[in-house]
Structure formats: C-alpha cells, structure tokens
C-alpha cells in the first residue's frame, strides 16, 4: 500500500501563497492519478484539484486560476500551488492516491489577517 505525507501548511494572510507536497511512498505512484482535497470545520471534504499520470489537470471552479497542481514523478511527490489565498480557503488539506484511494495525514492551513 501506497503511503503519504503532506507538508507546507501554515498561517498566511489574505492574498498571500503556500506550497502543499505530497509525499508517495510504497509505490505505485507514476502510474496513478493523484488529487488534492480539502475539508474545512464543519464541511464536507471537496476536491480542489487533480492531475493525471499524463498530466491533465482539472480544478474546482472556486481555485481555478489561483492555484496549480503538478507532480514530479522522480521525486514521488505531487505538488498543489497555492497563490491569493481568502479566509474561504481555510482547511485542512489532504492528497489522494486515486488509484489506492490512499489519503494522507493532512495538512492545515488557514488564511488570516
């Protein structure tokens, strides 16, 4: 089974940008699709992005234009940018192994000013 840790969350005020890794190990990684989601308190877990193992990408409408999702096969990890963060974009971020349905730990990040 494949197993994953994400890191790069934190504090950041409004409009200002973090950058969430994933971390694949295990295997398996090259050949799968992996996603980014988010839960914040109170709400449903969402997808925010996901990328192909070609490299498509599709967005939620309320990130696209704002954040990117890119991945790294060498290093087995997957990659979500995030620039002009807003308060909504509060909560707790999870990657996703789509073939294993693997999550992560998750990692917090909260916009703030």
């Known amino acids: 089974q494949v197993q994953l840790v994400e890191s790069g969350g934190g504090l950041v005020q409004p409009g200002g940008s973090l950058r969430l890794s994933c971390l694949a190990s295990g295997g398996g990684f090259s050949n799968s699709s992996m996603g980014w989601y988010r839960q914040a308190t109170g709400r449903q877990r969402e997808m925010v992005a996901i990328i192909t193992s070609g490299g498509l990408t599709d967005y939620v409408t309320s990130v696209k234009g704002r954040f990117t999702i890119s991945r790294d096969n060498a290093k087995n990890t997957v990659y979500l940018q995030m620039n002009s963060l807003k308060p909504d974009d509060t909560a707790i971020y999870y990657c996703?192994?789509?073939?294993?349905?693997?999550w992560g730990q998750g990692t917090q990040v909260t916009v703030s000013s």
């Open positions: 996703r192994h789509e073939t294993f349905r693997s």
